[in-house]
């Protein structure tokens, strides 16, 4: 339903109620030379308006509260986070387009301006969940190959370009940042590095940005931009060696 749509509903209703009301109370009028003071009969429909009126506002919170963005992004986070563990049924270079009638498209076709899939899923979450400015927090729940083993790492989004002519991916520029402490010092390091965001896998995947070669991706749900799940590969081999847990820093 759009909005706005439900409280002229509403409003409507109450109208509906009150005429067929009037019109009761005027078809048990008496005669003008005979009528008299209607005063009680409308007290009550004052105070059946009342407790209608105050119906029709708990169902519009009621209903507000199963439309609330907040809640169905939860949920569709949820979704996700099954989807993941049963399998799509897709292959990693495809996307599912989801619903009651499931279909397969390749990733490069997701965001690319052209309905592929029969639901037209496929268009619609095509705004990146990353913009310039942006830093993610992670921690660590493994680490077996970073070389200063550090409590958290951050990535600082410092630029994003979208392409015009392959819109199924976007280019981003960002800092990783990393603490560090050992026996004799102890500080913080950043290390520029390029990257792209690809909407059909909801990942940004980062280029080695120093001379370990080791790679960091992150993976969104593709409901909850805050939250991406880190993933550190080692860039000849592909194995994952560390994984984190990013969420976004609030100012």
Known sequence: MKDGTFPVLLAALAVAHVAVYVNGLQATTLPAAASHDHTEEFDK???????FTARLVKLEERIASRIDPARIRRAKS???????VEGTGCSKSQYQCGGSDPQCVSVLFVCDGNKDCRNGEDEKNCDSPVKAGDTF???FIFDKCTRRRPEHMTF??????????FTSFIKVRANIGSNFQDD????????PTIGYYSFGTHKIVF???????????????GANPDRCVGRIKQEASGDICAKLIFVRKHD
């Open 45 to 51: 429909l004052d105070d059946r308006l009342d407790k």
């Open 78 to 84: 949820l979704q996700a986070r099954v989807v993941k």
């Open 137 to 139: 927090v992670g921690n």
């Open 156 to 165: 600082e989004i410092t630029a994003v370009q979208a392409s015009t002519s």
């Open 184 to 191: 004799r010092f102890e500080g913080d390091v950043a290390a």
């Open 207 to 221: 280029n080695p940005a120093e001379d370990d070669r080791l790679g960091l991706t992150c993976e969104f749900d």
